[in-house]
Antibody, heavy 116, light 110 residues
Framework: QVQLVQSGAEVKKPGASVKVSCKAS????????MHWVRQAPGQRLEWMGW?????KYSQTFQGRVTITRDTSASTAYMELSSLSSEDTAVYYC????????????WGQGTLVTVSS | QSALTQPASVSGSPGQSITISCTGT?????????VSWYQQHPGKAPKLMIH???NRPSGVSNRFSGSKSGNTASLTISGLQAEDEADYYC??????????FGTGAKVTVL
């Protein structure tokens, strides 16, 4: 069965970077696009970017976010730099189906807390 | 890219039908039939309920239906049940090859 398992919670100081991982299993990793979405406490979902053989980022995060993948490990990564308290959020990875449907499967979420 | 506009809250009694709107522009909702709807219970990851405007994934109740007219998409929940109480988000593909989510709507079952 399809599973997306994300790395554990992180606490970072302002100005630092964070890298969240998303390990996929149960399907052919390289055949699917992976999205990253975040949700600040009590706030809406916010799309950050996607990766397949290419990447595309939201203008909101352009220049601060880098999405990569290790196909040998079936793992996608999202790195966010120059963190501020406003980046405190739960970060999700979400698979896009082969039919182009975003979010058919989601990771469990990773809480990133930015605090001095 | 501005968020798609949804009502902050929608409520209904058990058994009733409710409709949640999602308004965008011709560069997103109005330009593509790539609108999805997600249900999110507190502390949980979102769950896909509708894709491509009106298609239900396998396993999703047929009480959930979607439609679109111009720049506004809609999600209708019929025969409202207590378990439907959750936050609902729309999402659309955009002309920039990106995606955008809605502001989110909290559904309350009275």
């Amino acid at each position: 069965q399809v599973q997306l398992v994300q790395s554990g919670a992180e606490v970072k100081k302002p100005g630092a970077s964070v890298k969240v991982s998303c390990k996929a299993s149960g399907y052919t990793f390289t055949s699917y696009t992976m999205h990253w979405v975040r949700q600040a406490p009590g706030q809406r979902l916010e799309w950050m970017g996607w990766i397949n053989g290419n990447t595309k980022y939201s203008q909101t995060f352009q220049g601060r976010v880098t999405i990569t993948r290790d196909t040998s490990a079936s793992t996608a990564y999202m790195e966010l730099s120059s963190l501020s308290s406003e980046d405190t959020a739960v970060y999700y990875c979400a698979r896009q189906s082969m039919a182009g449907i975003p979010g058919d499967y989601w990771g469990q979420g990773t809480l990133v807390t930015v605090s001095s | 890219q501005s968020a798609l506009t949804q009502p902050a809250s929608v409520s209904g009694s058990p058994g009733q039908s409710i409709t949640i709107s999602c308004t965008g522009t011709s560069s997103d909702v109005g330009g593509y039939n790539y609108v999805s709807w997600y249900q999110q219970h507190p502390g949980k990851a979102p769950k896909l309920m509708i894709h491509d405007v009106s298609n239900r994934p396998s396993g999703v109740s047929n009480r959930f239906s979607g439609s679109k007219s111009g720049n506004t998409a809609s999600l209708t929940i019929s025969g409202l049940q207590a378990e439907d109480e959750a936050d609902y988000y729309c999402s659309s593909y955009t002309s920039s090859s990106t995606y955008v989510f809605g502001t989110g709507a909290k559904v309350t079952v009275l």
